[in-house]
C-alpha cells in the first residue's frame, strides 16, 4: 500500500515537506520527513484497530507498506496518527485487493469530514498543533507549546509544528489559527 498526505506545519511548498528527523539532529536522509503511524480500523461500530505500523514518511508526502496478508480482501478504515497533528481517517473504508495507493492531498474530501487544510491550489494536509493527542487543537496543546518554547526547546518535540528542530513562536503561528477555527477530529 502507498498512502501519500501532508503535514500542515512540515509543508514547505511544490508537494514538499521538510527533512524533520534529519533537522533535528537523526543521521537520517534528507528525503525522509519524520514517522507516522498507520492503522486499518474495521468498518462498523466501535471501529476496532486491526492493524497498526510506524513506519517512515517520505518529504515527498509518500509511505509505503507492505500490508499483513490477514488484511487482503477486506475493507478497512485508514487511520493516519502523528505525534502533533489530528488523528485523521480516510472518507470510506477502503478494499485491499493488490497495490492499493490511497491519496489524502488531492482533496481534503478523502479525508473523513474534509478534515484538511488547502496549502496551495488543489493540494492539502492533515492539520498540526494536537500535542496532547486528545483530538482537538487547543489551549492544552498551547501549554505544552508554551512550556517548550519558554525552555528554548531544541530537538525532537511534539510541538515543534514546523519540523525545524526548534520549538518558536514559527510553531505558534501554526497553532494558532487551528486553536481560534476549533479545529478536531472527526471520525465515523
Known amino acids: ?21 534529519n533537522n533535528q539532529g ?14 486499518l480500523h474495521q468498518t462498523t461500530p466501535p471501529y476496532a484497530l486491526a492493524f497498526s505500523v ?5 518529504t515527498n508526502g509518500t509511505i509505503l507498506w507492505k500490508l499483513p496478508p490477514a488484511s487482503y480482501n477486506s475493507g478497512y478504515y485508514l487511520v493516519v496518527r502523528h505525534r502533533n ?7 470510506n473504508p477502503i478494499t485491499l485487493t493488490g497495490f492499493i495507493q490511497y491519496n ?11 478534515n484538511q487544510l488547502e496549502m496551495e491550489p488543489g493540494i492539502y494536509a ?5 500535542v496532547n493527542q486528545d483530538g482537538v487543537v487547543d489551549g492544552l496543546d498551547f501549554n505544552d507549546w508554551e512550556t517548550d518554547n519558554n525552555n528554548f526547546a531544541a ?22 489559527p487551528n ?7 472527526v471520525t465515523p
Do not use: C, R
Not at 4 to 12: A, E, M
Not at 155 to 176: A, H, K, M, R
Open 1 to 21: 500500500m502507498e498512502v501519500k498526505l501532508f503535514s500542515q506545519g512540515f509543508y514547505l511548498g511544490a508537494s514538499q515537506m521538510a527533512p524533520v528527523l
Open 26 to 39: 537523526f543521521p537520517n536522509p534528507t528525503t525522509e520527513s519524520d514517522s507516522e503511524t498507520l492503522e
Open 54 to 58: 510506524n513506519k517512515i514518511w517520505q
Open 85 to 91: 497533528m489530528l488523528e485523521t481517517w480516510s472518507q
Open 104 to 114: 489524502f492531498s488531492n482533496a481534503a474530501s478523502n479525508a473523513f469530514g474534509s
Open 126 to 130: 492533515l492539520y498540526s498543533g494536537d
Open 155 to 176: 530537538g525532537f518535540f511534539s510541538s515543534d509544528f514546523n519540523g525545524d528542530g526548534i520549538v518558536d513562536g514559527l510553531d505558534f503561528l501554526i497553532w494558532e
Open 179 to 185: 486553536n481560534n477555527n476549533f479545529i478536531g477530529t
